[in-house]
């Protein structure tokens, strides 16, 4: 297995689901002029010609609660005012996406190398699957919506929430989650990955992106749990 990122990051286990408090309204980054958010999203509209604006969760904070739950505290935002950090206008906005360590027939995990029009660690390698979470729609929903969209796989269970983290390269929280799941009859393709693979748990890719890395705690305490 990789050796642990020696970046400083920031992992809170959960036994139970995060509780999502939406505050009223929409947030709008103060400091920073709308007209420059609009050119540096042109820019990286350029580079990255997929990629497109909508709305997100901005986290504003986050809190345990006790009993291995942690609630998060969101208003609602634009994906733009986030996207633009690659082009190092950082707007303040931290989105709440999810992630998760899928486990198919015989125990392999599920990895994924991102696509070369992602706008985060193309090329590199991640757990599948991954996204922002949509205003409205509860993240377990969000996990599945998603291992159905990146993967074509599906569900055997319910996901189980694992941990919540924040990746301090995207400027993301991220509640993760763990999937049995089964690989469809016919492969599915997506731009956002160039390459599915089953692969030993023991043996990852090396090159993962920052926060699979990241993810890896989570992966040993699950593989403990089942008895690998």
Known sequence: MPARSAVPDRLIALRRPAQLSVVEGRFVPEGV?????????????????????????????????GH?????????????FH???????????????V???????????????RGAGTLNYAGQWEFAPAGTLE???????????ELREETGWGALAAPAVRALLFDPVARSWE??????ASPPAVPVETWECEELRVVDPRELPADLSPPARQMLPILEAELRARGC
Not at 68 to 80: A, K, L, N, T
Not at 175 to 180: E, K, M, Q, T
Request: charged residues 20%; glycine residues 14%; positive net charge.
């Open 68 to 80: 291995g739950g942690v609630s998060i505290h969101c208003i609602q935002s634009s994906y733009r």
């Open 33 to 65: 002029p709308l007209d420059a958010v609009d050119e540096a999203w042109e820019r990286l509209r350029l580079r990255v010609p997929r990629a497109h604006d909508g709305p997100l969760l901005h986290v504003l904070g986050t809190s345990r609660n």
């Open 99 to 113: 992630k998760a360590i899928c486990f198919g027939p015989g125990g392999g995990v599920l990895v994924a190398r």
């Open 83 to 97: 996207a633009v950090g690659r082009e190092g206008l950082d707007t303040g906005i931290r989105p709440l996406g």
């Open 175 to 180: 509640l993760v989650f763990a999937i049995d």
């Open 135 to 145: 205003p409205g729609v509860a993240p377990a929903e969000m996990i599945l919506r």
